[in-house]
C-alpha cells in the first residue's frame, strides 16, 4: 500500500470516529471530539505503529495485536481517552503503557513532553525506533512499572493509562498535579470501566465512569529504573 492509500484509509477512520463519538456524547458532554484531537489523529500515521503484517488493516477501528499479548488501543478510544484529557500544549503528560508508541505519538503532537512507561522491555525498544522514525522528540520512555508512576518528573498536568488495574494505583493519583485530570480503564478483566479523573485546585479528586471497556492488565514488576529519550 502507499501513502495516498493510507491517507484514505485515515479519512474512513476519522468519519467512522466521528460518527461514533455521537454515541458517548451523553458522557462527554458534547456530540464531537475536539479539532485538535481530530487533527492529530488525521496526522499520525497509525500504519507505522502496528505490525508490518498488519499494517492494511492500521485504520480499522479495532484493536490489534502488537505482541506479547498487548494490543493497540482502537482509534477511537484513543481519541475518546485524549479528548477527554483536554491536553494544552504546554502540558506534561505522563502515559502508563507505551506499547508501539501510538498513543505517545498522538499526546506528543497536542502536548510540550511525554513521559512514557513500558513493562516489556522490547516493546519499548520498539516504540523508541518507531518514533525516532516520525522525528518525534519530546518523548522520553521508560522500562518499569507503570503504577508506580514516574515521581522523577511529577507533577504531571495529565495521565493516561493505556492498561487496566484493578483498581486505580494510589500513586498516579499522587503524581496528578491540582487541576490536573487523568483518563484510566480500570476493574476486573470482564469489568472494566474507562474513568475519567479530575483533581481540583485544592486537591480533591472526583472520578466519572465513561464507558465500558475492554484493555490488557496492568502488570506488575518492580521498575528498573531503566530511562531513555526517543531521540
Known amino acids: 500500500m502507499n501513502a495516498d492509500d493510507f491517507a484514505r484509509l485515515r479519512q474512513s477512520m476519522i468519519a467512522e470516529i466521528a460518527e461514533q463519538a455521537i454515541y458517548v456524547s451523553a458522557r462527554i458532554g ?12 488525521d496526522e499520525v500515521p497509525r500504519h507505522a505503529f502496528v505490525p508490518i503484517e498488519l499494517q492494511q488493516y492500521a485504520y480499522a477501528n479495532t484493536p490489534l ?13 484513543v481519541a475518546l481517552m485524549t479528548d477527554l484529557l483536554d491536553i494544552q500544549p504546554n502540558d506534561i503528560v505522563l502515559e502508563v503503557g507505551t506499547g508501539l508508541g501510538y498513543q505517545a505519538a498522538i499526546v506528543a503532537a497536542l502536548a510540550r513532553k511525554v513521559y512514557s512507561i513500558e513493562l516489556i522491555e522490547e516493546l519499548s525498544e520498539q516504540a523508541s525506533q518507531r518514533l525516532t522514525r516520525l522525528g518525534i522528540a519530546n518523548v ?28 486505580i494505583p494510589p500513586p498516579l493519583i499522587d503524581q496528578l498535579k491540582p487541576g490536573g ?6 476493574g476486573l478483566p470482564d469489568d472494566q470501566q474507562l474513568i475519567l479523573i479530575e483533581k481540583d485546585t485544592r486537591g480533591n479528586v472526583t472520578t ?13 514488576s518492580e521498575p528498573d529504573g531503566r530511562a531513555r529519550s526517543a531521540q
Open 65 to 77: 495485536p502488537i505482541g506479547f499479548d498487548k494490543t493497540i488501543s482502537q482509534p477511537f478510544i
Open 140 to 167: 522520553e520512555l521508560k522500562i518499569g512499572n507503570g503504577a508506580h508512576g514516574w515521581a522523577e518528573h511529577a507533577p504531571f498536568d495529565k495521565v493516561i493509562v493505556t492498561a487496566a488495574p484493578d483498581l
Open 181 to 186: 485530570k487523568m483518563t484510566i480503564p480500570a
Open 208 to 220: 466519572k465512569d465513561i464507558i465500558p471497556v475492554r484493555f490488557s492488565q496492568l502488570e506488575d
Open 30 to 41: 458534547k456530540a464531537a471530539f475536539s479539532q485538535r484531537v481530530m487533527r492529530v489523529m
